[in-house]
T-cell receptor, first 112, second 116 residues
């Protein structure tokens, strides 16, 4: 029972580099989302998707892109990393009707 | 828009002490309410939830009651243990049509440390 799997767990980038954070779920959830967690600010929604081929912006989308080609996968792309993107990133999934959201273990990203 | 406000932390308690973490919310509709817990180095996991007014969610000795009149969902536990040390997040999810489903709004989190 894998649940939500995020890779990598840790990453260090140089300013200006790009990378993709991977997220996969095996629960057939329609809804998937990406959050960033910063001290004292809780979790802030970056992007979300309600199904394959449908994505939308959350609260803090600038500097990030997403796509949803399959129900299972929802990668997050950093186009040109900046130190302000140093954070812990969480992917989550749930059924559209609400209820429990399942979270990945997180990716700790440092941009130097 | 929707928002969730939690009591500021960190909270430090001795084992077997009583715990209350306050949570209030503002929402345009009639949300479902949640408490999530994050243990060190891990992702968030659902602790308990309530979906309508006066519902009480409970799990692992924790309880919270959905109070629509005061827009609150305070977390309580009668006797905390060292293993309860974690970060606790209050959250809400609006119900409604379109893309409202599934979207969670979080409070800022409260760090709880329990000493033996």
């Amino acid at each position: 029972n894998a649940g939500v799997t995020q890779t990598p767990k840790f990453q260090v980038l140089k300013t200006g580099q790009s990378m993709t954070l991977q997220c996969a779920q095996d629960m057939n959830h329609e809804y998937m989302s990406w959050y960033r967690q910063d001290p004292g600010m809780g979790l802030r929604l970056i992007h979300y998707s309600v199904g394959a081929g449908i994505t939308d912006q959350g609260e803090v989308p600038n500097g990030y892109n997403v796509s949803r080609s399959t129900t299972e996968d929802f990668p997050l792309r950093l186009l040109s990393a900046a130190p302000s993107q140093t954070s812990v990133y969480f992917c989550a999934s749930s059924f559209l009707q609400g209820g429990e959201a399942f979270f990945g273990q997180g990716t700790r990203l440092t941009v130097v | 828009g929707d928002s969730v406000t939690q009591m500021e932390g960190p909270v430090t308690l001795s084992e077997e002490a009583f715990l209350t973490i306050n949570c209030t919310y503002t929402a345009t509709g009639y949300p479902s309410l949640f408490w999530y817990v994050q243990y060190p180095g891990e992702g968030l996991q659902l602790l308990l939830k309530a979906t309508k007014a006066d519902d009480k969610g409970s799990n692992k000795g924790f309880e919270a009651t959905y109070r629509k009149e005061t827009t609150s969902f305070h977390l309580e536990k009668g006797s905390v243990q060292v293993s309860d040390s974690a970060v606790y997040f209050c959250a809400l999810s609006e119900r409604g049509g379109g893309t409202s489903y599934g979207k969670l709004t979080f409070g800022q989190g409260t760090i709880l440390t329990v000493h033996p």
